[in-house]
């Protein structure tokens, strides 16, 4: 079974600062997906970047990119230019092609004034 | 309107009452699942349907049975509530035609207090 493993549970940045979220994943398949998901306080899951394995370029998103490295089953998450209103859990999640979402334990970050 | 609408929002209910989670989508997917969110632990399957005919269980079943009453609905029922299913509860829909590239759309989610 696939598994997703984030290894920080808790992280703070200062606000304007760059911080990285960490990511690794577990799985035998070559094509597949890797998410990055913010949760504010609201409690909505938000769609923040993906990646489709097969690609090479990391993803990004204005503020938000990636770094994943294949070989090592890695996909990091980077925030630029950090917002108070980055305050959020963040969940790293996984999915083979056409199947379901594996997600990881999820990282609280706080973004500190 | 949100995409995926979750009732309720809030529910606190007694150990040993039977309980429904609702979830309708606007979406036109054929593909909802509901998972359970707990510290630590992230989100977890409980149960998943591909179409209105087909029902799956996810890694984490055990006390919970679904409905699938039309392809827009989808309800959680937790037939003898226990406390250790308190959680907050989200249900969520993907585009099969996309393979799954677009990630789900999600509901707000429900919390379930159990007493």
């Known amino acids: 079974a696939q598994t997703v493993t984030q290894s920080q549970p808790e992280m703070s940045v200062q606000e304007a600062e760059t911080v990285t979220l960490s990511c690794t994943y577990d799985?035998?398949?070559?094509?597949?997906?890797l998410f990055w998901y913010k949760q504010p306080p609201s409690r909505q899951m938000i769609l923040v970047i993906r990646?489709?394995?097969?690609?090479?370029q990391n993803a990004t998103e204005n503020r938000f990119s990636v770094n994943f490295q294949k070989a090592a089953k890695s996909f990091s998450l980077k925030i630029s230019d950090s917002q108070l209103g980055d305050t959020a859990m963040y969940f790293c999640a996984f999915m083979e092609y056409g199947n379901k979402l594996v997600f990881g334990a999820g990282t609280i970050l706080r973004v500190k004034s | 309107d949100a995409d995926v609408t979750q009732t309720p929002r809030n529910r606190i209910t007694k150990t040993g009452k039977r309980i429904m989670l609702e979830c309708s989508q606007t979406k036109g997917h054929d593909r909802m699942y509901w998972y359970r969110q707990d510290p630590g632990l992230g989100l977890r399957l409980i149960y998943y349907?591909?179409?209105?005919?087909?029902?799956n269980k996810g890694e984490i079943s055990d006390g919970y049975s679904v409905s699938r009453q039309a392809q827009a609905k989808f309800s959680l029922s937790l037939e003898s509530a226990i406390p250790n299913q308190t959680a907050l509860y989200f249900c969520a829909t993907s585009d099969p035609r996309t393979g799954g590239m677009l990630g789900y759309t999600f509901g707000s989610g429900t919390r379930l207090t159990v007493v």
């Open positions: 799985t035998s398949e070559n094509n597949y997906y």
């Open positions: 990646q489709e394995a097969y690609k090479q």
């Open positions: 349907s591909f179409d209105v005919k087909d029902i």
